[in-house]
């Protein structure tokens, strides 16, 4: 099950740094706010387990920058769990 184990970092079964990217300046000068964007490696291997539990974060939106041979090659569950 994931479990948050720093205040930017999720530890979460099957995906690889998930991390909270809060805090980080923009372009403007102003800076995101913590909790609001996730950036994370391979939500396509997170488990059902593992993405229910990620349902507190509450993301709303996945940007998928795999290639279209990624796509095909795994599914994404974390978007599915949370339908």
């Known amino acids: 099950m994931p479990a948050i184990t720093r205040v930017r970092h999720v530890a979460c079964e099957g995906a690889f740094n998930i991390r909270d990217i809060g805090v980080y300046s923009t372009f403007s000068g102003d800076t995101v706010r913590c909790g609001m964007v996730y950036r ?6 997170v488990t ?5 539990a990620l349902e507190p974060l509450r993301w709303r939106t996945a940007i998928d ?4 041979d990624e ?3 795994g599914v994404y569950r974390a978007a599915q769990a949370s339908r």
């Open 40 to 45: 994370a490696d391979g939500l396509h291997r």
């Open 48 to 52: 059902a387990g593992a993405a229910s």
């Open 65 to 68: 920058l795999r290639t279209t």
């Open 71 to 73: 796509v095909a090659a």
